[in-house]
């Protein structure tokens, strides 16, 4: 309540909530390099089936993803929505960026065509978040056109899920583990990426770096937006050596 004041003046004027549901999207921008072009599926053939038909309007409104960190849930939820913004409406809600917004943000969703939820385990325990998503799914399946994505990093009987309605909507449809890259493909996912950015990244840079960097490819991500700087700013070639140079290895 907002008391304002004037000469011979007092009134009471009632603040209005900021609307979430139209700031929400303004909020959140995919990643521009989050596409289908630049998503290797590897060994997630039947997901990647299942992931052109519902974009089409023709597969499940409902499916739950899981994987590892790194093994491209986020590349993915943001893909679809990318691949379905030219004719439909769509948003992706990364919890990990969210939680903080409180579960309000849910609210009016469902009147969007696409809806992809990132990062579910940074909610799952807290009931009033469960709650929300378990309202959300009802109001989907009412509306009978939105479809909705869930991502997280364990399979739904391995969540810390306390409200059990909320577990068995989790599986309503279809739930899919995404398989880690093997080592060659994940050799090529780098390769692309670094086309994408304007520089080579030869075989034997990218074998040096998942096995002395890891295997997880957020992280492989990283090092190599690290590496594309580094280059630009002394104008050397990405080489074994210079990676040795920058990486402090």
Known sequence: MLIMRGPGVKKRVRMQKPNLSVQLPLAIQLNHEATFRDFCWGDNALLHQQIDLSIAGEGDRFMYLWGLQGSGKSHLLQACCQAVSGHRTSIYLPLKLLNEWGPQILEGLDEQDWISVDDLDVVAGNPVWEEALFHLYNRVRENGKTTLIISGQQPVANLPI???????RLS?????QINELNDEDKIATLSHLATNRGFELPFSVGQFLINRCGRNMHDL??????????????QRRITIPFVKSILGI
């Open 162 to 168: 306390r409200l059990p309605d909320l577990r068995s």
């Open 221 to 234: 991500d990283l090092v190599l937006s690290r590496l594309d700087e580094a280059s630009l700013s002394a």
């Open 172 to 176: 309503w449809g279809l739930v899919f």
